[in-house]
């Protein structure tokens, strides 16, 4: 079993798509082990995306991220961080394929709806981001 981060973001959340997109993930046979509902500020944005803030697209990214509530919640399943992905499509909804959340609900590359960890090494330092260790583990299995 693996565990993954996933944020179901400001664009999303504010369009009420939260339990829609929830169930892709629980349809996938993917447990919820935490969850929260999270007003970042550009900063704190800025500090989960740190990897990316030399890129052209980070101060935007960062200013959309804190523009209304996220909601971040830890996925348990088999392989859940690739599932993860799978289902979420490509960053940019054009590239993503039929079916995945972000084709179907994302509304630019940047507004695309979802995050989830591309890695172990992400997990295991997203995941603590958002929660505390006992968090994840009292939740119900
Ligand atoms: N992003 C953007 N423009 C880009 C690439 C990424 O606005 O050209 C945003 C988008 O919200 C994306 C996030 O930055 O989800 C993180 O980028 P990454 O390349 O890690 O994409 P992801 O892993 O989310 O598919
Ligand atoms: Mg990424």
Redesign the pocket.
């Known amino acids: 079993m693996e565990r993954t981060l996933v944020i179901i973001?400001p664009d999303a959340f504010l369009r009420n798509l939260t339990g829609k997109i929830l169930a892709r993930f629980e349809e996938a046979g993917m447990r919820i082990r935490a969850a929260r509902v999270v007003r970042l500020t550009p900063e704190t944005a800025g500090l989960f995306?740190e990897v990316?803030k030399e890129?052209p697209?980070y101060a935007?990214?960062c200013a959309?991220m804190s523009s209304g509530p996220c909601f971040p919640l830890v996925l348990e399943g088999e392989n859940a961080i690739s599932r993860v992905r799978e289902i979420?499509g490509?960053?940019d909804p054009a590239e993503a394929a039929p079916g995945t959340i972000r084709a179907d609900f994302a509304e630019s590359?940047?507004?695309?709806s979802v995050?989830?960890s591309?890695s172990p090494e992400s997990a295991a330092k997203e995941i603590p981001f958002f929660f505390a260790d006992l968090e994840v583990a009292v939740t119900a299995r």
């Open positions: 973001k995306y990316h890129r697209f935007s990214l959309y979420m490509a960053t590359k940047e507004r695309n995050h989830g591309d």
